[in-house]
């Protein structure tokens, strides 16, 4: 049985655990200072860090230009933008309008910050707000992604319910994030339970329950692409991180301060062992939910 993980994480939690870390994560990250507070992913084409930040997103950018030329000038909303630097990568390389939806105040105000200054404004905006239930004024889209911010949802179904509000009919869904494989390992189980609790994830599925419950909302599965081959792991940082997680059980120290590091080591662990996968999973939204 797994152990006891306290689920759902709601949104608050979610809320807090942004605003107290996102100025960390921007600041040391790998690549912070451009915005990517996401994993790098050494994919074929990859040249460099940079390119590897950008890695997802300039999948996403592929799919924006086979679209039919019905769609015109794309459209575009991040849920889960961050601090908005996948929005200003797009909209760099291409002619789109952008919207991103974010819990975090914090995140809010930062991705508003590096819009205006990339001079973007006029086509790219960024809203706090819950995409389990977006805000008013949200064009139709026709193309919706979330990198990573999937999994934070506790109610996947009404994620895929407002998705159909936002897509329009052909748009595409496009979901970037850790995925379950099918285990029942106790340490398997020990190491889900750790990254689940550190970084407050609710939906963790597996790609099939990922699938039918888009099916469920009307859009139809196009392409999902495992891109665990290409992360990176077990860095030279993350060998460190374990060390001082070894110092803090030995320390009269708080382990709730270190719970995201926690968490990521623990991530490490599913990704070397296949019980978590990094997937790119595709959908297209269907005229009707027959």
């Not at 797994?2 to 600041?27: K, N, Q």
């Not at 159909?164 to 052909?170: D, I, L």
């Amino acid at each position: 049985m797994e152990p006891s993980v306290p689920l759902p994480s709601d949104p608050g939690a979610v809320r807090r655990f942004y605003d107290r870390h996102t100025s960390r994560f921007v600041r040391f990250g790998q690549r912070g200072s451009d915005g990517a507070i996401h994993r790098a992913v050494w994919g074929p084409g990859a040249g460099g860090s940079r390119q590897a930040f950008r890695y997802v997103e300039d999948r996403i950018a592929e799919l924006l230009e086979e679209l039919p030329p019905s769609f015109g000038a794309s459209r575009i909303v991040d849920l889960g933008c961050g601090v908005g630097a996948s929005l200003c990568h797009l909209a760099a390389r291409l002619p789109v309008r952008g919207c991103g939806v974010t819990l975090s105040p914090v995140q809010a105000r930062l991705a508003a910050e590096r819009i205006r200054a990339a001079g973007i404004a006029d086509r790219v905006r960024c809203l706090e707000g819950d995409y389990l239930d977006l805000p008013d004024g949200i064009e139709s889209a026709d193309l919706a992604y979330a990198i990573e911010s999937f999994v934070h949802g506790p109610d996947p179904a009404a994620f895929f319910a407002q998705c159909r509000r936002a897509v329009r009919p052909g748009g595409l869904l496009v979901i970037c994030d850790d995925f379950r494989r099918a285990t029942t390992a106790p340490a398997a189980l020990r190491a889900i339970a750790r990254f689940r609790r550190g970084w407050h994830v609710n939906a963790l599925l597996e790609r099939e329950e990922l699938r039918a419950l888009a099916r469920a909302a009307g859009f139809e599965h196009v392409s999902t692409r495992d891109l665990s081959p290409y992360l990176e792991l077990r860095r030279v940082r993350d060998r460190w991180v374990d060390r001082l997680l070894r110092l803090v059980e030995w320390l009269p120290l708080d382990p709730a301060r270190f719970g995201y590091l926690s968490g990521g080591s623990a991530l490490q662990v599913c990704l070397e062992r296949g019980w978590i996968g990094y997937d790119l999973a595709v959908f297209r939204r269907l005229d009707s939910l027959d």
